[in-house]
């Protein structure tokens, strides 16, 4: 991968107020002028639904960075794409929280959902104190949407660390910003097929500012999806300062998929191997079920083959020689359900 090499000088002008929406980029000038968000401006899908087993990931949201390495960086295209925004208040203490839409084609218990923040020069030792999750039924915006499950002052931590991850811009690079994940324990909580907004917010350590929530962030596109932001009073769209660009916010979750009738026949049908993998997997199917296709996605979400299963007979075997090492989920549609199965590929 290219090496980039940033400057070692920072400065970090924050503007810090107690009821401020969004970290601003680190710019040279006093004033930053913020424009109007595009509210009409196409939202593009970077959502992925997995149909897993138990304790799987089942949704991811987006990626919360978009150059990997050691560490890995969330950054800001400042230069680039001309955005301005660093993150956005998520401070239980200052009543903000963030939202964000899922919407889920089958039925899911949620046992877990990861969220994300930052404190400025916070240590690279996570300094989250609690975590407050709560479901609605529709757009929290709208006055006919209510909260059916979750509220806001259960602590629901359940893990929190650093994932070998720095929240920086182009011009302005460093090590200030470590973003922290914190996984909300959310047992009980069962999904139907359906769409719902989750809404989240943070109690960190007073000695620093924030937390402040990153957006999702994938290199090059600066509108990322349709989260919203209330301030204990409204809620806005979550939209960079700079550009106007909508912004969605990462998470994960973690469940088990509740299967019907015809996906359970399905699982039973099926299995993979060799697993692990070196060059090749094979699908069995033992009870010949009329198949339509297989979708193989990394862990990450990204889908890297789709294969056809329409004429398939007891076998099909798929050439994965190509594929880094890693765990990768084969998502495998029938003519009466469908079934995610996962192998490892050394």
């Known amino acids: 991968m290219k090496k980039f090499t940033f400057c070692l000088t920072l400065f970090f002008c924050l503007f810090l107020t107690v009821n401020m929406s969004a970290q601003s980029a680190d710019v040279e000038t006093e004033v930053t002028t913020e424009v109007a968000p595009k509210i009409n401006s ?12 138990r304790g799987a990931l089942i949704y991811d949201n987006g990626p919360f960075f978009n150059v990997p390495g050691s560490p890995n960086i969330s950054l800001l295209e400042d230069q680039t794409l001309g955005m301005n925004t660093l993150g956005n208040n998520v401070n239980i ?9 899922v919407t889920l084609t089958s039925d899911y218990e949620v046992d877990a959902i990861d969220l994300y923040c930052y404190q400025t020069n916070a240590p690279n030792t996570s300094t989250v104190a609690a975590v407050y999750l709560q479901v609605w039924d529709g757009d929290p915006s709208d006055p006919g949407s209510t909260v059916i499950w979750g509220d ?19 011009s302005n690079p460093g090590t200030a910003r470590a973003i922290f994940q914190s996984t909300a324990n959310t047992t009980g909580l069962t999904l139907s097929a359906g769409t719902y907004w989750l809404e989240w917010t943070f109690m960190g350590d ?36 700079g550009t106007g660009d909508l912004m969605g916010a990462p998470f994960q979750m973690y469940g088990t998929e509740i299967l ?13 191997f060799p697993n692990p993998a070196q060059s090749e997997v094979t699908i069995s199917n033992n009870s ?9 996605y990394n862990i990450q979400g990204r889908l890297m083959q789709t294969v ?32 995610t199965k996962r192998f490892v590929k050394r």
């Open 260 to 272: 019907g009738v015809n996906d359970v026949a399905l699982d039973k049908a099926l299995t993979l």
């Open 93 to 101: 203490g200052q009543t903000f929280s963030l939202a964000d839409d």
């Open 206 to 241: 007073p000695a620093f500012s924030g937390p402040w929530g990153p957006p999702i962030a994938i290199l090059g596109q600066g509108t990322t999806g349709n989260a919203m932001q209330y301030d204990g009073a409204a809620w806005t769209p979550l939209a960079d300062s």
């Open 152 to 170: 806001l002052s259960t602590d629901l931590l359940d893990n929190t660390f650093w994932p070998d991850t720095y929240r920086h811009s182009e």
């Open 42 to 53: 196409v939202v593009p899908v970077t959502g992925t639904e997995f149909h897993g087993t």
């Open 308 to 339: 056809d299963l329409s004429s398939m007979g007891q076998q099909e075997t798929i050439n994965v020689s190509s594929y880094s090492a890693g765990v990768y989920l084969v998502n495998i549609e029938g003519q009466n359900g469908s079934v």
């Open 288 to 296: 010949e079920l009329s198949l339509v296709k297989a979708e193989i």
